[in-house]
């Protein structure tokens, strides 16, 4: 064979793809810039999946959305979303063609590891006071200690009263932080493992030490916490019983990298795939033919139960409404559907690599991720997308010029992990998985590339106008 043909045959057959700065245009990198300036300011001002959820809707409604409200007409170009308790956001764009005709869905979460205030959580020690927590989600327990860190949430009073709380984010408000030994007292911490290092019950807030009172009294730096609480908040001790209060950590999303080609902040997973499924769906330029719907959910880090969560009928139940409208069955709209479940994946850290498959890895840069299947070992707990859900989303994306990958989560029985992707497909959706590559996943300041931000926008936007 003469050189000239094996190239030629090479470039036919062999994939070919290539890193995102060698394909953008100087315009498209401007475009990109453009984007994730949007995506760090919601980032920071959405540290909590109920602070996520009313940036999401502040956003929505300067872009024209409008409250759903059961019964209520509704016709092509029409734009609405519902809010389900303060946690969790549905917003639909109404299509040219019947629901009969399915959605185009994209479907993300919210939610963000982080350290919860247990219902008890005050006490003092050696006339210290902490907050006691219990963590949620998969955390590295050793990342937690020391950082300065915020407190954001809601307490409800009996009244039904929702106050909320927010402690460490204003400029010049102190933070809050959880000790850890000094290395010349942790030889023995440092023989245990990383799992073991940091016990949970030990990952708690210390919050002051100044008393009142006479020397006499006892809780007395306690109730010099709550006595602040109280005067700032207008809560008592027992109202922590119904309250949800999160520590996560304290400061901005900011540029990484002397290039500025990467975002480093907490909460990339999943909020960097919820912003661009957000995003994209604000971004539309007319009337869609299907019906395009966002689902920005919560509780996928512990398993997507509860009200909030994707195996809630929540999302079924907003989708029948919309069906209702036009005398479809939901069913048949389900059965002609596609749902894009945007969810970050690992990329590959060449610090670490003997925990991925380099043929199957996602790379920074080289946009966005598609996965067939996630779960564990041996596919447990995936949807694992047909053949021809996989070529619908090569085609779609080929066709908008989007920058894709298609990857795994690290070796076979070496990692794994879980999405929205299985609830979606249980529901007779036809869905795949799909997210930008995030280093440090999980870790309390995590990373991502730009290139793979903007690409998962563009590669979201393009499934909404899919036919």
Request: aromatic share 8%.
């Amino acid at each position: 064979m003469e050189k000239s043909e094996f190239k030629t045959w090479k470039e036919k057959l062999f994939s070919d793809k290539k890193n995102g700065y060698d394909r953008l245009t100087d315009r498209e990198l401007e475009a990109m810039e453009a984007y994730c300036a949007g995506y760090k300011a919601y980032l920071d001002e959405g540290k909590t999946e109920r602070l996520c959820a009313a940036e999401s809707i502040r956003l929505a409604e300067r872009a024209g959305y409008r409250p759903y409200v059961r019964g209520m007409e509704l016709k092509a170009g029409d734009r609405v979303y519902l809010c389900n308790r303060g946690k969790a956001v549905m917003l639909a764009h109404i299509g040219t063609k019947t629901l009969a005709e399915g959605a185009q869905i994209a479907a993300a979460h919210i939610d963000s590891p982080r350290l919860d205030l247990k219902p008890n959580p005050l006490y003092e020690d050696s006339e210290l006071a902490y907050f006691k927590t219990h963590y949620y989600g998969g955390i590295r327990k050793y990342q937690w200690v020391t950082l300065p860190l915020e407190l954001h949430g809601v307490a409800a009073l009996k009244d039904g009263t929702q106050v909320p709380v927010h402690i460490g984010a204003a400029p010049g408000e102190p933070k809050l932080v959880i000790t850890d030994l000094l290395p010349h007292l942790g030889q023995e911490q440092a023989k245990k493992p990383l799992g073991s290092a940091i016990p949970g019950e030990t990952l708690n807030l210390l919050l002051g030490s100044r008393p009142i009172g006479g020397e006499e009294e006892k809780s007395r730096v306690k109730l010099a916490v709550m006595k602040r609480l109280y005067e700032t908040y207008g809560i008592v001790e027992d109202d922590f019983t119904s309250a949800e209060l999160e520590a996560v950590p304290a400061g901005t999303a900011c540029d990484v990298g002397l290039d500025r080609s990467l975002i480093g902040a907490y909460g990339h997973d999943d909020r960097v795939c919820a912003y661009a499924a957000l995003r994209a769906l604000l971004d539309l330029e007319g009337t869609p033919e299907k019906t395009a719907v966002c689902m920005l959910a919560d509780k996928e880090e512990i398993g997507s139960d509860g009200v909030t969560g994707m195996q809630s009928a929540a999302f079924d139940t907003f989708m029948e409404d919309l069906c209702e409208t036009q005398g479809v069955p939901l069913r048949a709209c389900y059965e002609r559907s596609f749902c894009l479940s945007a969810d970050v994946t690992a990329a590959y850290d060449p610090n670490y690599p003997d925990v991925f498959e380099k043929r199957n890895e996602a790379k920074v840069n080289y946009g966005i991720s598609l996965c067939k299947y996630t779960g564990s070992r041996g596919k447990s707990g995936a949807s694992d997308a047909d053949a021809e859900t996989v070529a619908y989303v090569r085609r779609v994306f080929d066709e908008a010029g989007v920058i894709w990958q298609i990857t795994e989560l690290g070796k076979v029985d070496a990692g794994g992990g879980g999405t929205v992707a299985m609830y979606m497909a249980n529901r007779n959706i036809a869905t795949l998985d799909a997210g930008v590559p995030v280093l440090s996943m999980h870790a309390p300041f995590e990373t991502v590339a730009k290139v793979d931000c903007y690409e998962t926008y563009l590669g979201v936007k393009a499934i909404y106008q899919a036919k």
